[in-house]
């Protein structure tokens, strides 16, 4: 559970970087930022720079994406440890 947890947040910290470094700059390709910020602003008011678009969209999402794999994979997991140990030997 501990590793669910950990994982969950390294997975958004990491998710929140790309977005903020490679991700929202390729975007810009397609719509300059401040369309872009615009649109976010639509949803979420309060957002005005990119880094605000990482905290309150990228980052949030990606952590509970994580939790919801998380919760996933504790509850198959009992039903396919022996499968598994098994194909382990």
């Known amino acids: 559970m501990l590793g669910c947890i950990i994982g969950s947040i390294c997975c958004g910290i990491a998710a929140a970087i790309l977005n903020y470094f490679v991700l929202l700059p390729m ?5 300059p930022m401040d369309q872009l910020i615009n649109a976010f602003t639509a949803f ?46």
């Open 44 to 89: 979420i008011p309060f957002i005005k720079t990119r880094l605000d678009v990482v905290l309150f969209n990228a980052l949030p999402a990606n952590i509970l994406k994580g939790a919801i794999i998380s919760v996933v994979t504790m509850l198959i997991y009992k039903s396919l440890s022996p499968l598994l140990k098994e194909l382990n030997r």
């Open 27 to 31: 975007y810009t390709i397609f719509m």
